[in-house]
């Protein structure tokens, strides 16, 4: 990997040494280098690589703590007809189970986030509208008898149609997921800003594009944890949990169970195993689990698996975007046309719609463009509700308008760096105000691309790509060229409000952090924010900052970086996310670091005969700038306070702690005409790449990418390039692997990491990294968000390489060979009829109603005439013998049957409850066989059409089915799906050779991992 740094000066520059009393050195007093820029390895890895950080899972539980599971829909929209818990309740080691009933009678349902009569509540009252909706919870004296007590609860459904996309969405013949509302379209708002209707009118001409930007998530390793406990005297509820923020939801939370803010004591583990912005979602369940403890009277304990994470947590909301640009013959664009539809899931819940409107303040990005009109829609679908998502709503944004500027190029025959460079903003205009509202606050964005291209070699990339092109291969080069946002206005939100309901509800804006710093009687310095770390490096960047203040090393400071809402100072706006730390938190720290070493040069003045301004600390002395030798301990004045308080100068207070609030000051609410600067400052980022497709498979290879940054004042160097690196990492993730995937009728396919594909260190090149520091005039240390940027800029740069190489459209992301061979090679031809091989099957494939599919047809010879043989299908104790895993088969009326099997597949093993039937009977030729049960794992359903066809030897039977299954089975198990049909329709042929009176034929070895997974109890 290659890094490069170069320091911005001149215009929008901040200089290297500030002057505030206590800071400034004379010629006579070098001052030794400082802290902050040095590329310092972590404080935090010692604890993370030795196994002694402390996660929530980690921390102690009290005495008489209850575990809960959760019970979860298996259906994508459905009307909920009762919920028999009994059976539950008497299973061994079961204390509670808590329903939505529970929920109406002691909480409230969420504050939404628009003005729609929608209910979400945190656990379903009467409809579920999202396959892994909580439905019920069985809080057990361990977490293996609540699981084991889920698979007796009995729910009664009555399924409605899901919405399964943006499109069924906006048809206004699609079923409302919320009875309260005419449709689907829940939000809806135009804006418009300069002139565009004229800019279209005389541009010489128009050129638009239209994009999908699919669900995807960030996965982080660890998943959610609660601890709720219910203090009954004071009506209180005590919750630790690893939540990343924003603390804007603790109101929400409180709300929601029906206290006050100060009666709801947050607590946050001092180590979070990643989050990426996907631990602001487990708020419904510190909701979910303070219900369940004031329900059941005891403290409870919940750990989410890396199921329930895939298929219920959050994700980043899908977008699908068209923009048109009027567009002058030399690429210039005057004026952009958006269309923007969101879908947020099957709840608006808060903070949405954040992702669609965090951007709003720079939705022209890079670019210098006057004149925008805006539609933005918000949609509900039948999925998991949208949330926090690394770069949240930046890859939606730019994927759009990156994609839009290189089409551009195309259309007019022009370098699309060309076109790039001709668009950006200037650097004489910086603070450039964009047509929106937002304030790009510092930097060169010419001489920064200038600087990518020659340091990251674009032309001998450019030589590279002709040269296998003339060898026939297919090879390309992508562009994109992005502002990153950081330190979130809390107003952005409200502008999906009008002026008037803006109004009526009080202005909200800035972006409050929180910091304190204190001495101790030792002279210890400790330092607190309220920013849960999640890797980026917290208490190494907090520590170098303090220490340069205070002239100590960065042992001497101490950092804590839990949180408890009872005791720390906190605001609103306090939390990890939206690139907040390294502009506001380390900021703030600077400036409660600063005021209390002010506090304590004036307390010491006097025995320096020193004016407060001349008193320098450094080195672990203070001293007078004048004579360094006059110099006192830092720990001798640091300790005055405490130990000698009756010494201080008259009227003046011990300098023992401070803390700052800060908020930056350009972050205003938004204007009644809907301007808005929707973060505080902006970083720049040039990335383009050279990309191989194979021309065989489709697949994508990078080559070679680089990107170029310009975050500001890099406070530590080497922990900026680790998050560029965890940023491109989640990026090539979104491009070219992964996305949530559900079948039309709303059952998710992707519940683990074999189908929803996250790359590993494998399949993620390393990139070449510079860097240009342009400091920014807004935060306290110059420096701007850096840990995002990527996850906005790369997805576009890789799909603008894809389009090089293809030379024309590239499918929807992610890029997967499957979608690109199809782009390269001509249809396949059908597949030809199946040769009637026993238990041939065929591979998962959509039903019609969509879901995890199968179909399959075979046949086989049994020992017995056909009369035999239909006897024995008929029989319901001859049948349930034949069905592998049925326990009971009972009749249900005229060839009907109702049926209790067990099936396993894969890890999953449930009871399901069947509804079997026989019809189109003709005796002994032919039948049919439907079915379709339902259980805790999800639903099935299918139908089997069986011909029995008299042989020499006895009976052939033909059969052909389709099936479908939903729920864990279906997200969990889905690649097994094939073989374990195969393993249970042989098992079903086997059974009937047998009882026929013939031998069973002799069976296949099991493979290595089917022995493996007997052994387990994990397969049957």
């Given at each position: 990997?290659?890094?490069?740094?170069?320091?911005?000066?001149?215009?929008?520059?901040?200089?290297?040494?500030?002057?505030?009393?206590?800071?400034?050195?004379?010629?006579?007093?070098?001052?030794?280098?400082?802290?902050?820029?040095?590329?310092?390895?972590?404080?935090?890895?010692?604890?993370?690589?030795?196994?002694?950080?402390?996660?929530?899972?980690?921390?102690?539980?009290?005495?008489?703590?209850?575990?809960?599971?959760?019970?979860?829909?298996?259906?994508?929209?459905?009307?909920?007809?009762?919920?028999?818990?009994?059976?539950?309740?008497?299973?061994?080691?079961?204390?509670?189970?808590?329903?939505?009933?529970?929920?109406?009678?002691?909480?409230?349902?969420?504050?939404?986030?628009?003005?729609?009569?929608?209910?979400?509540?945190?656990?379903?009252?009467?409809?579920?509208?999202?396959?892994?909706?909580?439905?019920?919870?069985?809080?057990?004296?361990?977490?293996?008898?609540?699981?084991?007590?889920?698979?007796?609860?009995?729910?009664?459904?009555?399924?409605?149609?899901?919405?399964?996309?943006?499109?069924?969405?906006?048809d206004p013949a699609s079923t409302p997921l919320h009875p309260g509302l005419a449709s689907n379209l829940v939000n809806s708002r135009s804006f418009r800003y300069g002139d565009p209707e004229g800019a279209f009118a005389r541009a010489a001409r128009t050129v638009s594009i239209e994009v999908e930007f699919p669900r995807n998530s960030c996965t982080p390793m660890e998943c959610f944890v609660v601890l709720a406990e219910h203090d009954a005297a004071e009506d209180a509820y005590e919750i630790l949990s690893n939540f990343s923020g924003p603390f804007a939801v603790h109101p929400v939370m409180a709300k929601a169970l029906n206290v006050p803010g100060s009666r709801l004591r947050l607590k946050t583990p001092p180590h979070s195993g990643g989050s990426f912005g996907n631990k602001q979602a487990v708020f419904p369940y510190i909701v979910l689990m303070g219900l369940c403890a004031r329900v059941s009277g005891r403290p409870v304990k919940w750990v989410e698996d890396r199921l329930e994470h895939l298929m219920a947590a959050t994700s980043a909301t899908a977008r699908r975007m068209r923009i048109d640009a009027a567009v002058e013959p030399d690429g210039k664009v005057l004026a952009l046309r958006m269309e923007q539809t969101e879908d947020c899931g099957a709840y608006l819940r808060a903070p949405e719609p954040a992702s669609l409107y965090r951007n709003h303040g720079n939705l022209t990005g890079a670019y210098d463009i006057p004149h925008l009109a805006v539609t933005n829609r918000i949609v509900v679908t039948s999925k998991t509700p949208t949330g926090l998502n690394r770069g949240f709503g930046g890859g939606q944004?730019?994927?759009?308008?990156?994609?839009?500027?290189?089409?551009?190029?195309?259309?007019?025959?022009?370098?699309?760096?060309?076109?790039?460079?001709?668009?950006?903003?200037?650097?004489?205009?910086?603070?450039?105000?964009?047509?929106?509202?937002?304030?790009?606050?510092?930097?060169?964005?010419?001489?920064?691309?200038?600087?990518?291209?020659?340091?990251?070699?674009?032309?001998?990339?450019?030589?590279?790509?002709?040269?296998?092109?003339?060898?026939?291969?297919?090879?390309?080069?992508?562009?994109?060229?992005?502002?990153?946002?950081?330190?979130?206005?809390?107003?952005?939100?409200?502008?999906?409000?009008?002026?008037?309901?803006?109004?009526?509800?009080?202005?909200?804006?800035?972006?409050?952090?929180?910091?304190?710093?204190?001495?101790?009687?030792?002279?210890?310095?400790?330092?607190?924010?309220?920013?849960?770390?999640?890797?980026?490096?917290?208490?190494?960047?907090?520590?170098?900052?303090?220490?340069?203040?205070?002239?100590?090393?960065?042992?001497?400071?101490?950092?804590?970086?839990?949180?408890?809402?009872?005791?720390?100072?906190?605001?609103?706006?306090?939390?990890?996310?939206?690139?907040?730390?390294?502009?506001?938190?380390?900021?703030?720290?600077?400036?409660?670091?600063?005021?209390?070493?002010?506090?304590?040069?004036?307390?010491?003045?006097?025995?320096?005969?020193?004016?407060?301004?001349?008193?320098?600390?450094?080195?672990?002395?203070?001293?007078?700038?004048?004579?360094?030798?006059?110099?006192?301990?830092?720990?001798?004045?640091?300790?005055?306070?405490?130990?000698?308080?009756?010494?201080?100068?008259?009227?003046?207070?011990?300098?023992?702690?401070?803390?700052?609030?800060?908020?930056?000051?350009?972050?205003?609410?938004?204007?009644?005409?809907?301007?808005?600067?929707?973060?505080?400052?902006?970083?720049?980022?040039?990335?383009?790449?050279?990309?191989?497709?194979?021309?065989?498979?489709?697949?994508?290879?990078?080559?070679?990418?680089?990107?170029?940054?310009?975050?500001?004042?890099?406070?530590?160097?080497?922990?900026?390039?680790?998050?560029?690196?965890?940023?491109?990492?989640?990026?090539?993730?979104?491009?070219?692997?992964?996305?949530?995937?559900?079948?039309?009728?709303?059952?998710?396919?992707?519940?683990?990491?074999?189908?929803?594909?996250?790359?590993?260190?494998?399949?993620?090149?390393?990139?070449?990294?510079?860097?240009?520091?342009?400091?920014?005039?807004?935060?306290?240390?110059?420096?701007?968000?850096?840990?995002?940027?990527?996850?906005?800029?790369?997805?576009?740069?890789?799909?603008?390489?894809?389009?090089?190489?293809?030379?024309?459209?590239?499918?929807?992301?992610?890029?997967?060979?499957?979608?690109?061979?199809?782009?390269?090679?001509?249809?396949?031809?059908?597949?030809?009829?199946?040769?009637?091989?026993?238990?041939?099957?065929?591979?998962?494939?959509?039903?019609?109603?969509?879901?995890?599919?199968?179909?399959?047809?075979?046949?086989?010879?049994?020992?017995?005439?056909?009369?035999?043989?239909?006897?024995?299908?008929?029989?319901?104790?001859?049948?349930?013998?034949?069905?592998?895993?049925?326990?009971?088969?009972?009749?249900?009326?005229?060839?009907?049957?109702?049926?209790?099997?067990?099936?396993?597949?894969?890890?999953?093993?449930?009871?399901?409850?069947?509804?079997?039937?026989?019809?189109?009977?003709?005796?002994?030729?032919?039948?049919?066989?439907?079915?379709?049960?339902?259980?805790?794992?999800?639903?099935?359903?299918?139908?089997?059409?069986?011909?029995?066809?008299?042989?020499?030897?006895?009976?052939?039977?033909?059969?052909?089915?389709?099936?479908?299954?939903?729920?864990?089975?279906?997200?969990?198990?889905?690649?097994?799906?094939?073989?374990?049909?195969?393993?249970?329709?042989?098992?079903?042929?086997?059974?009937?050779?047998?009882?026929?009176?013939?031998?069973?034929?002799?069976?296949?070895?099991?493979?290595?991992?089917?022995?493996?997974?007997?052994?387990?109890?994990?397969?049957?």
């Amino acid at each position: 990997m290659t890094a490069m740094r170069t320091v911005e000066s001149g215009a929008g520059g901040r200089a290297a040494v500030d002057h505030r009393p206590g800071v400034a050195v004379t010629d006579a007093e070098p001052a030794a280098q400082p802290f902050v820029g040095r590329p310092m390895p972590r404080v935090e890895d010692a604890a993370l690589l030795t196994g002694v950080a402390r996660y929530a899972d980690d921390l102690p539980a009290k005495p008489g703590t209850l575990h809960a599971a959760i019970l979860r829909s298996p259906h994508a929209h459905a009307e909920i007809l009762g919920i028999d818990t009994a059976a539950a309740l008497a299973t061994s080691g079961v204390a509670a189970v808590v329903t939505g009933a529970d929920a109406k009678r002691v909480a409230s349902p969420f504050l939404v986030g628009v003005r729609a009569p929608m209910e979400h509540w945190c656990l379903a009252v009467d409809r579920v509208r999202h396959v892994g909706e909580p439905i019920a919870v069985v809080l057990a004296d361990s977490r293996y008898h609540a699981e084991d007590a889920l698979d007796r609860i009995e729910v009664r459904y009555r399924p409605l149609p899901p919405v399964t996309s943006i499109g069924q969405a906006l048809d206004p013949a699609s079923t409302p997921l919320h009875p309260g509302l005419a449709s689907n379209l829940v939000n809806s708002r135009s804006f418009r800003y300069g002139d565009p209707e004229g800019a279209f009118a005389r541009a010489a001409r128009t050129v638009s594009i239209e994009v999908e930007f699919p669900r995807n998530s960030c996965t982080p390793m660890e998943c959610f944890v609660v601890l709720a406990e219910h203090d009954a005297a004071e009506d209180a509820y005590e919750i630790l949990s690893n939540f990343s923020g924003p603390f804007a939801v603790h109101p929400v939370m409180a709300k929601a169970l029906n206290v006050p803010g100060s009666r709801l004591r947050l607590k946050t583990p001092p180590h979070s195993g990643g989050s990426f912005g996907n631990k602001q979602a487990v708020f419904p369940y510190i909701v979910l689990m303070g219900l369940c403890a004031r329900v059941s009277g005891r403290p409870v304990k919940w750990v989410e698996d890396r199921l329930e994470h895939l298929m219920a947590a959050t994700s980043a909301t899908a977008r699908r975007m068209r923009i048109d640009a009027a567009v002058e013959p030399d690429g210039k664009v005057l004026a952009l046309r958006m269309e923007q539809t969101e879908d947020c899931g099957a709840y608006l819940r808060a903070p949405e719609p954040a992702s669609l409107y965090r951007n709003h303040g720079n939705l022209t990005g890079a670019y210098d463009i006057p004149h925008l009109a805006v539609t933005n829609r918000i949609v509900v679908t039948s999925k998991t509700p949208t949330g926090l998502n690394r770069g949240f709503g930046g890859g939606q944004l730019y994927y759009g308008l990156e994609r839009l500027m290189n089409r551009v190029a195309a259309e007019l025959g022009l370098d699309p760096l060309d076109v790039i460079r001709r668009n950006l903003v200037a650097a004489d205009a910086m603070p450039y105000r964009t047509a929106s509202g937002g304030s790009l606050d510092s930097g060169d964005y010419h001489a920064t691309l200038d600087e990518a291209v020659r340091d990251g070699a674009l032309d001998a990339l450019k030589a590279r790509r002709d040269a296998l092109r003339a060898q026939g291969r297919l090879y390309g080069i992508g562009y994109a060229a992005v502002v990153e946002p950081s330190i979130s206005n809390m107003g952005y939100i409200t502008t999906v409000l009008t002026a008037e309901e803006r109004r009526k509800a009080g202005p909200k804006n800035g972006a409050q952090a929180t910091a304190s710093v204190a001495v101790d009687p030792t002279g210890g310095v400790s330092v607190h924010v309220s920013s849960a770390p999640q890797g980026q490096g917290h208490r190494t960047v907090l520590a170098q900052v303090v220490a340069d203040v205070f002239g100590l090393g960065v042992e001497d400071i101490r950092v804590n970086t839990d949180l408890d809402t009872g005791k720390d100072a906190w605001s609103i706006a306090s939390g990890n996310y939206s690139s907040r730390f390294a502009g506001a938190v380390a900021g703030a720290a600077q400036v409660a670091a600063t005021r209390l070493r002010d506090r304590m040069a004036a307390l010491v003045a006097g025995s320096l005969n020193s004016r407060p301004e001349e008193v320098r600390f450094a080195g672990g002395k203070v001293f007078a700038a004048g004579n360094p030798d006059n110099a006192l301990s830092f720990s001798r004045v640091a300790a005055a306070g405490h130990w000698a308080p009756g010494t201080l100068p008259d009227g003046r207070e011990a300098a023992l702690r401070e803390t700052a609030f800060w908020t930056p000051e350009p972050l205003k609410a938004p204007t009644d005409a809907d301007h808005i600067n929707s973060s505080a400052c902006y970083g720049f980022i040039v990335d383009f790449c050279g990309v191989e497709i194979d021309r065989d498979t489709g697949a994508v290879r990078i080559d070679r990418y680089v990107t170029m940054h310009d975050a500001g004042r890099l406070l530590n160097p080497l922990l900026v390039e680790g998050q560029i690196l965890g940023g491109f990492a989640h990026a090539v993730g979104a491009a070219l692997y992964e996305e949530y995937a559900y079948g039309d009728d709303g059952r998710f396919l992707s519940g683990t990491f074999a189908d929803y594909l996250v790359p590993t260190a494998c399949e993620v090149p390393v990139p070449v990294i510079l860097h240009r520091e342009s400091p920014s005039p807004v935060t306290p240390l110059g420096a701007k968000g850096v840990g995002e940027g990527n996850c906005m800029s790369t997805p576009a740069c890789l799909a603008n390489a894809v389009a090089d190489a293809l030379g024309g459209p590239v499918p929807s992301l992610p890029l997967t060979p499957a979608k690109i061979a199809a782009l390269i090679h001509p249809p396949e031809p059908p597949r030809p009829a199946a040769a009637g091989a026993a238990g041939a099957v065929g591979a998962p494939a959509p039903s019609a109603s969509g879901g995890r599919g199968l179909t399959g047809e075979g046949s086989r010879e049994v020992p017995a005439p056909p009369e035999q043989v239909w006897a024995i299908l008929l029989d319901p104790k001859e049948l349930a013998a034949l069905l592998p895993g049925c326990e009971a088969l009972d009749h249900a009326g005229p060839d009907a049957y109702r049926a209790e099997v067990v099936v396993g597949i894969g890890p999953v093993r449930g009871r399901y409850t069947a509804e079997v039937a026989l019809s189109d009977l003709d005796p002994p030729r032919s039948l049919t066989l439907t079915g379709s049960g339902a259980s805790a794992l999800g639903t099935g359903r299918g139908t089997g059409h069986v011909t029995l066809e008299r042989t020499a030897g006895g009976t052939r039977v033909t059969y052909r089915y389709s099936a479908e299954v939903g729920g864990k089975v279906a997200a969990v198990g889905g690649r097994m799906l094939d073989s374990a049909s195969r393993l249970l329709i042989g098992q079903f042929f086997e059974k009937l050779v047998a009882r026929a009176g013939g031998a069973p034929a002799p069976a296949e070895r099991p493979g290595l991992l089917t022995r493996l997974l007997r052994f387990l109890g994990l397969n049957r």
